[in-house]
């Protein structure tokens, strides 16, 4: 499957594993969009959030591994933010189920 995230999770693109565990992977974004920007990914190819739904298990893990990245990049005090784009009005660019975990920084009270 020509999908960039596994391709980053099978290690044929190079991007550091900076969280790994038996569901998922996290890496830092390549275009951060604030101090601490990191994606946190299922290993398993999984389209967006919607498709996920049939999975809840999964998405506790991955909750669970997007508090832990954050901890472990020292933002779990000061505050972050998870969010997921699922679809084109979401502006979804890679087709493969991801959560950022932004902080590091006082962010903007909107979402959108
Ligand atoms: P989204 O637009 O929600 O699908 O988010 C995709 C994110 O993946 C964007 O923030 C991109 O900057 C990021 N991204 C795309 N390619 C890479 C890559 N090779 N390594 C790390 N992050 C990437």
């Known amino acids: 499957m020509d999908c960039i995230f596994c391709k980053i999770i099978a290690g044929e693109i190079p991007s ?30 999984i389209a967006n959030l919607t498709e996920a739904s049939a999975d809840p298990e999964l998405l506790g893990k991955l909750m669970a591994a997007c508090a832990k990245v954050a901890a472990q990049e020292g933002i779990a005090e000061s505050g ?12 979804q660019s890679v087709p493969h189920l991801h959560f950022h975990v932004l902080g590091g920084e006082k962010m903007g009270e909107r979402m959108s």
Do not use: S, W
């Open 80 to 91: 972050y933010r998870v969010a997921t784009n699922c679809g084109e009005n979401a502006c």
């Open 16 to 45: 550091p594993h900076i969280f790994e565990d038996e569901a998922c992977i996290a890496i830092r974004d390549i275009n951060p969009q604030a101090k601490v920007h990191c994606l946190v990914m299922p290993k398993k190819h």
